[in-house]
């Protein structure tokens, strides 16, 4: 089956920074790349999405990149703040229905 | 738009007993997911229902199953709990035609004592 690294677990950055996750997958058959911001005591909620036919999406701050040939996705996070402090998750989804594989998680804290 | 609900929202059970979590989807939404989520497994995929039928299964033992009805409410079951089944349980809704995002719920938290 599909599996999912990510990496760092951890990650601390300071105020203004960039912040920069690596996600690599297995399966190549994957076409559906979420990532997912969770705060503590919180739900899970996606802050972008990208599919295999593209490369590169951006959204404001948040950005993220996906290279099909070598199996890895990025997040990329600019100008951090306070806020972005969060657990983020990537994941994958290779089928038609609604099975995510996720990686195990960053933790990032952005230092004031 | 009212979001994913899941109830109870929290829940206490001894080793050996059974345990049903519920999950009402967003209003058109067809399939739900469930996941569980804890620190040393992180998030993992138990199965997505769509038009009442189990359309995807993760590698959970058998006492794991799970149901969707005609409204699509779903609801899981865990038979003779173990200890190690102590989590969050998440299930997220999605328009299965669509672009696969998905919406989570609050979660249950289920203690197992």
């Known amino acids: 089956g599909e599996n999912v690294e990510q990496h760092p677990s951890t990650l601390s950055v300071q105020e203004g920074d960039s912040a920069v996750i690596k996600c690599t997958y297995s399966?190549?058959?994957?076409?559906?790349f979420p990532w997912s911001k969770q705060e503590l005591g919180k739900r899970p909620q996606l802050i972008i999405d990208?599919?295999?036919?593209?490369g590169e999406k951006k959204d404001q701050r948040i950005a993220v990149t996906l290279n099909k040939t070598a199996k890895h996705f990025s997040l990329h996070i600019t100008e951090t703040q306070p806020e972005d402090s969060a657990v983020y998750f990537c994941a994958a989804s290779t089928t038609a229905g609604n099975k995510l594989t996720f990686g195990g998680g960053t933790r990032v804290l952005v230092k004031p | 738009k009212a979001g994913v609900t899941q109830t109870p929202r929290y829940l206490i059970k001894t080793r050996g007993q059974q345990v049903t979590l519920s999950c009402s989807p967003i209003s058109g939404h067809r399939s739900v997911s469930w996941y569980q989520q804890t620190p040393g497994q992180g998030l993992q995929f138990l199965f997505e229902?769509?038009?009442?039928?189990?359309?995807n299964k993760g590698n959970f033992p058998g006492r794991f199953s799970g149901r969707q009805f005609s409204n699509s409410r779903s609801e899981m079951n865990v038979s003779t709990l173990e200890l190690g089944d102590s989590a969050l349980y998440l299930c997220?809704?999605?328009?299965?035609?669509?672009?696969?995002?998905?919406?989570f719920g609050p979660g249950t938290r289920l203690t197992v004592t």
């Open positions: 990208i599919r295999s036919n593209v």
């Open positions: 229902y769509f038009s009442e039928t189990q359309r």
């Open positions: 399966d190549s058959a994957s076409n559906y």
């Open positions: 997220a809704s999605s328009l299965p035609e669509s672009s696969y995002e998905q919406y």
